[in-house]
């Protein structure tokens, strides 16, 4: 049985291989539409969300299955102590799968190791965000026709976007990728990561101005400022307005530059940008849902 706790369980072959099957359906989703008949997707989601909860549902619901779930700790038995193993064992008898976001790091890992069925890891405190992760890269491929041979700008909390750690961790094993880190210095990279870029070879700068870097491009990769991980108001009002993509800065990018946003999006990127062409946000949350589909069959070995 397997699970994905990160995007490197997946060998760079298999994710091809995820990505094919992700194109299959996104091109004759009918052919899709009962492979999950009589399967059950649990998400047991202890911290907030829309798009992953909702596109992993989506994703269930398009495959012919069913799904359950709690979309917040308040709502479910952890409120009265249970603990995250016990509850995975008792899920594994309502399911087939699972995906499961969590604010503490490691908790779907812990869940994982305890559990029947496949686990799926949708957001594990500031660490990773494997699915996210998959949906990114797919779009890439899809709308560049490659993974590899590149410059990325990724904006804004590098510190605590969990993101943005899951990207560069899948990034680095594509060749000729080089990485642009444009945040607040209060927000950089964490130090293992320029550590490992370091000790990889591979080239990266890190600075504080969009404009100074954007006409360098050819992705920037925009986050929001994660307010739910700060431990002071103040220091989050300070920088929650420091990004701010709009059309003027979109005039010094490249012609064929895109912008990528997880979402959700707050001030980061001015809704003008929204009608440019290079602005793929939304296309990449249908993408999400694909990928999400291809990720339950490979998971629950359902082959078409
Ligand atoms: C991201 C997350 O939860 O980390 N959202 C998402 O899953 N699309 C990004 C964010 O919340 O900023």
Redesign the pocket.
Known sequence: MRHLMNPLDFTVEELDRLFDLAGDIAADPAKYAHACAGKKLATCFYEP?T??RLSFEAAMLNLGGSVLGFSDAASSSASKGESVSDTIRIISCYADICAM?HPKEGAPMVAASRSGIPVINA?DGGHQ?PT?TLTDLMTIRALKGRLGGFTIGLCGDLKF???VHSLIAALIRYPGIRFVFISPPELKVPDYITDQLKELGIGYEEVIRLEDSIADLDLLYM??V?RERFFNEEDYVRLKDFYILNNEKMALAKEDMLVLH???RVNEISVEVDDDPRAVYFKQAQYGVYVRMALILTLLEITV
């Open positions: 969300s798009r992953t976001r957001g965000h996210q976007g969990r993101t986050t929001r994660q997880p979402l959700p």
